[in-house]
């Protein structure tokens, strides 16, 4: 069933970068394996141990649109103007750039008007078989906290970082009751999938 997934790879601690967004070893392994994930991501190519690519290829064929923060947006340049997933990416902003210089070009729209906004509109473009991926951070947090998420994919790596960004965000309070969750293990990472428990 299509949903919106929640998804980054953390510390064990639940950090997704250190407080000046550098992610370690995080990302590692999708760079540290033989087998090359086929889904997806256009804009990089990944070789991931066998078990995170077979997982990956799985969930990133399902996703039809993605919606991240202006940070990540930042950070990264837009991927130059290449979503990682899906065909379309929102940008939750409070300003829409006027420099990019894929702007125009490359399928991302800049939504001013929140979270429950952005993600409307990639439900529209995804379609009714296809996921929504939203980046953790504040504006997976804000998702998160609006129950607007409907399952948590953790990329769980084996290192502490003692500070930095959450994964749920900063402003995120109260509790939220996941089911059990879906573990995959894999090499210098373990994949968890929950479900949202809805009341």
């Known amino acids: 069933m299509a949903g919106v997934i929640m998804a980054d790879a953390v510390s064990l601690d639940g950090f997704l970068a250190t407080e000046d967004d550098q992610v370690g070893p995080l990302h590692d392994f999708y760079f540290n394996g033989d087998t090359r994930i086929t889904a997806g991501n256009r804009h990089m190519s990944f070789k991931a141990p066998a078990a995170s690519a077979r997982y990956l290829d799985e969930q990133w064929s399902r996703i039809g649109a993605m919606v991240i923060g202006r940070r990540l947006f930042d950070l990264t340049d837009g991927w130059d103007g290449v979503p990682v997933a899906g065909d379309r990416v929102f940008v939750v902003t409070h300003s829409v750039p006027t420099d990019w210089k894929y702007m125009g070009t490359a399928p991302f729209t800049f939504v001013t008007d929140g979270v429950a906004s952005a993600i409307a509109q990639a439900k529209a473009v995804a379609g009714p078989d296809r996921d929504v991926a939203v980046n953790g951070g504040d504006v997976g ?24 960004k959450r994964f749920f965000g900063d ?13 995959v293990p894999s090499e210098r990472v373990t994949h968890l999938r929950y479900r949202v428990r809805k009341s």
């Open 141 to 164: 947090g804000q998702a998160f906290a609006a129950g607007l998420v409907d399952e948590v994919d953790v990329a769980l790596v084996p290192v502490v970082f003692g500070s930095g």
């Open 171 to 183: 402003r995120f309070e109260g509790q939220v009751l996941l089911e059990d969750p879906v573990v």
